[in-house]
């Protein structure tokens, strides 16, 4: 079982609906990331959180709306994504964001805009 | 404009054999590098980190070395087993430009393929 779980594994949504990703952590660390993978591009950083505050968006469009309500759980909400936001998306946690460790990644979501 | 790359798409090797996977950086703040593979339909798995003060670190199979005059780290695994065939990723972090540790920037990944 992996210490980063995140929910869906898979998901389908039309460039109309709103839908949210959820990432959960049961390792005890204070930060956690969201991270983009685009077909045939590097893993993409977008969000980090620390001790439940935001500390970098990484230029991310408003249509992404990360939500952190605790160190343990973090949220992705999805509106009016467009077809080339089809990408994997993947959940990670570490230590906290200001030192050097490694970090843990979850299965990540499947998203298919269409 | 790519801080890390991994120039070796992928890369083939016999069983038992070493597989060296190779990996450079531009930016000299990055002070803090990892390899994480990565199997298909799952997320990456973190295998070997090396901080910039160390030039290898070793963890079983696996070695990290680190050239900082060259900016350019590689992954050795002996002996390569047809279980580490994945795509493996290198990653750095550092204080960049003021941000934090925690963001990683990514190689594109090298396809290892280890044939029986």
């Known amino acids: 079982e992996t210490g980063v779980t995140q929910t869906p594994r898979h998901l389908v949504m039309g460039m109309t609906n709103k839908k949210s990703l959820k990432c959960e952590q049961h390792l005890g660390h204070n930060a956690m990331y969201w991270y983009k993978q685009s077909a045939k591009k590097p893993l993409e950083l977008m969000f980090v959180?620390?001790?439940?505050?935001?500390?970098e968006n990484n230029s991310v469009p408003s249509r992404f709306s990360p939500e952190c309500p605790n160190s343990s759980h973090l949220f992705l909400h999805l509106h009016t994504l467009q077809p080339e936001d089809s990408a994997l998306y993947l959940c990670a946690s570490s230590q906290d964001s200001h030192r050097n460790t490694e970090a843990f990644f979850g299965q990540g979501t499947r998203l298919t805009v269409v | 404009d790519q801080q890390v790359k991994q120039n070796s798409p992928s890369l083939s090797v016999q069983e038992g054999r070493i597989s060296i996977l190779n990996c450079d950086y531009t930016n000299s703040m990055f002070d803090y590098f990892l390899w994480y593979k990565k199997y298909p339909a799952e997320g990456p798995t973190f295998l070997i980190s090396i901080s910039s003060i160390k030039d290898k670190n070793e963890d079983g199979r696996f070695t990290v070395f680190l050239n900082k005059s060259a900016k350019h780290l590689s992954l050795h695994i002996v002996p390569s087993q047809p279980g580490d065939s994945a795509v493996y990723f290198c990653?750095?972090?550092?204080?960049?430009?003021?941000?934090?540790?925690?963001?990683?920037?990514f190689g594109q990944g090298t396809i290892l393929t280890v044939h029986p």
């Open positions: 959180y620390n001790f439940k505050e935001q500390t």
């Open positions: 990653a750095a972090s550092g204080r960049v430009g003021g941000t934090s540790y925690g963001k990683l920037t």
